[in-house]
């Protein structure tokens, strides 16, 4: 595809994304929360699926079989105690007017501000690969879709910066203006619920054609499997099988 093509549907995109959650924040100040629901919530958990998980767990299935799943089973599992925990969390923050992870933690601890930064220091760390991890998959999902090579000669030129201000700029806009405990940034939470309806319909439409468009349904797919040996471990917890052309580590 044209570079200039994916460049302007990526902004649309993002436009599209930044209009949602200018709306949210208008309607929220009208009193009028579009937010206040189960089904927007647990849409804008779906942040949790990011553009890594297109790479990772499509490459993790096509080497490992089902041993992807244990990715999500873990958060899945966690989210039946987050009734719970996350009810003592927000009373917590509300009563000692908290509004990061560093606050939360050093709190429990007679309000350390040694501790404090100490936590801040090791979630910058902890984030800063994850983060470069999601810019690269970006910039990798760009380099396929217009057949280049992902590397750029000198850093102005390299889409990654350009994608991660673009990010950064929305993230200001919609989700730092304000520190405040009870702040719900409701703009990007609708933003995030709208992006997830749009991940979902990307899975299906890429499911529904590899099921029905290149064979002839589930069963023609596991049976194609179980019949080829080098297949055959992707339909269980088989070991990792390298794919033809793949020297690298899984």
Not at 44 to 55: D, H, N
Not at 66 to 85: E, K, Q
Not at 108 to 134: C, D, E, F, H, N
Request: charged share 15%; glycine share 10%; net charge positive.
């Amino acid at each position: 595809m044209s570079p200039a093509l994916v460049l302007a549907a990526s902004f649309a995109y993002l436009l599209l994304l930044f209009a949602v959650a200018h709306w949210a924040d208008r309607r929220a100040r009208e009193g009028r929360s579009v937010i206040g629901n189960a089904w927007v919530y647990t849409l804008s958990m779906g942040v949790y699926c990011t553009a890594w998980t297109y790479f990772g767990s499509v490459g993790r299935a096509a080497s490992s079989g089902l041993w992807f799943l244990p990715i999500y089973l873990g958060p899945t599992l966690a989210l039946l105690l987050a009734g719970t925990v996350l009810r003592r969390m927000i009373r917590i923050a509300r009563r000692d007017r908290i509004t990061s992870i560093a606050d939360f933690i050093a709190s429990r601890y007679g309000k350390s501000r040694t501790l404090a930064a100490l936590v801040t220091l090791i979630a910058l760390v902890g984030i800063l690969p994850y983060v470069a991890l999601q810019l690269k998959a970006i910039a990798s999902g760009v380099a396929v879709l217009t057949g280049g090579s992902g590397h750029a000669t000198h850093w102005w030129a390299d889409s990654t910066l350009y994608i991660a201000l673009a990010l950064a700029g929305f993230t200001v806009a919609f989700g730092t203006r304000h520190l405040d405990s009870s702040e719900r940034h409701e703009g990007m939470v609708a933003a995030v619920a709208a992006e997830s309806v749009v991940k979902l319909l990307a899975f299906l439409a890429v499911g529904a054609f590899v099921c029905w468009g290149l064979f002839d349904g589930p069963a023609d797919i596991f049976a194609r499997a179980a019949a080829e040996p080098p297949l055959a471990p992707l339909t269980g917890l088989g070991r990792s099988r390298r794919l033809p052309g793949d020297s690298g580590p899984h």
